[in-house]
């Protein structure tokens, strides 16, 4: 009998956000993998739980998600966890998933802190839609195609960053989208200094070029406003009608085609047509 794999989210500063299921899961499974088992013991520690840990981090998971995988397949239950928040959220993990579900592996994920969206609840930002966008890469290229390829994005986004990348990716984030964009800086979320900037870009930018960012932040940017559509005129129905009867269509046809391609109805621009025929 297979055993299973636990997604066990971790505090993301506040240490009373665990909760008793989390608690319960490292308890009973068979051994940990964290991303950092330093930071995990003392999780541990904090919690009084003794168990064996595995260590599974970017660098090692093409070797060690075999071993994983090979231990629940005989039995075992294992619990994820990351250095902090939701395991396989912009942090190892997401290749373990995989890897267990092709084996056939039952995955659990357990509700709990994730900092995009602790961030997204208090940024004041529009909720309904959002993209989650993670860290930007640290090639220039495709920092550059990645903003290109979200300039129309009407969703509100929540993108990770590090404190010594931040000011050069809110310089990235303003030529993309525009200074006047708005931006909510979320910083040391549930911690101590917790604090939500409220701001635009530009503003954004300047501040930080003041007094250069300290803590983790997650940053959430308002969406690109609709487009405005343009309403056709009665003179861009009339000339579209004239230039195709140019073109050799009969009125009719004309009419037909220009109200199929400007979204009127057949009986309005036939009159427009009319009238400006007379
Ligand atoms: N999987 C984690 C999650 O979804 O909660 C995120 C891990 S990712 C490697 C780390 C990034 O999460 C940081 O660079 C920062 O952008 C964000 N982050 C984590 N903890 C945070 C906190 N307490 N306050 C603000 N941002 C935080």
Redesign the pocket.
């Known amino acids: 009998m297979a055993g299973m794999l636990y997604l066990v989210?971790t505090p993301?500063?506040n240490l009373g956000d665990i909760s008793i299921r989390c608690r319960q899961t490292l308890e009973e499974a068979d051994f940990i993998a964290a991303e950092d088992t330093r930071v995990t013991l003392k999780l541990l520690n904090h919690l009084g739980i003794k168990k064996s840990l595995v260590s599974y981090y970017e660098h090692n998971k093409a070797f060690k998600g075999d071993k994983i995988v090979e231990r629940i397949l005989s039995g075992e239950t294992c619990a994820l966890v990351?250095?902090?928040?939701?395991?396989?959220?912009?942090?190892p993990g997401e290749d373990l998933v995989k890897q267990c579900a092709a084996a056939g592996i039952t995955v659990c994920a357990i509700p709990g802190?994730?900092?995009?969206?602790?961030?997204l609840s208090i940024s004041g930002q529009a909720t309904g839609r959002f993209c989650f966008e993670g860290?930007l890469s640290t090639s220039k290229k495709s920092r550059r195609e990645h903003l290109e390829s979200l300039q129309s994005e009407q969703r509100t986004m929540i993108?990770?960053?590090?404190p010594h990348k931040l000011l050069p990716t809110l310089e990235d984030l303003r030529d993309a989208f525009g200074g006047e964009r708005p931006i909510s800086l979320?910083?040391?979320?549930?911690?101590l200094h917790?604090e939500v900037v409220r701001t635009t870009l530009a503003e954004a930018v300047a501040r930080y070029t003041e007094n250069p960012p300290k803590?983790?932040?997650?940053l959430i940017v308002a969406g690109a406003e609709p487009e405005e559509k343009a309403v056709p005129t009665e003179t861009d129905a009339a000339a579209r009608v004239m230039q195709l009867m140019e073109e050799g269509l009969t009125r009719k046809d004309a009419v037909k085609q220009t109200a199929k391609e400007l979204g009127l109805p057949k009986n309005v621009v036939y009159d427009i047509a009319l009238k400006d025929s007379e």
């Open positions: 989210p993301i500063g990351s250095d902090a928040g939701s395991p396989a959220i912009s942090d802190p994730c900092a995009a969206i602790t961030a860290f993108f990770y960053e590090a979320c910083r040391e979320l549930t911690k917790e803590g983790e932040f997650v």
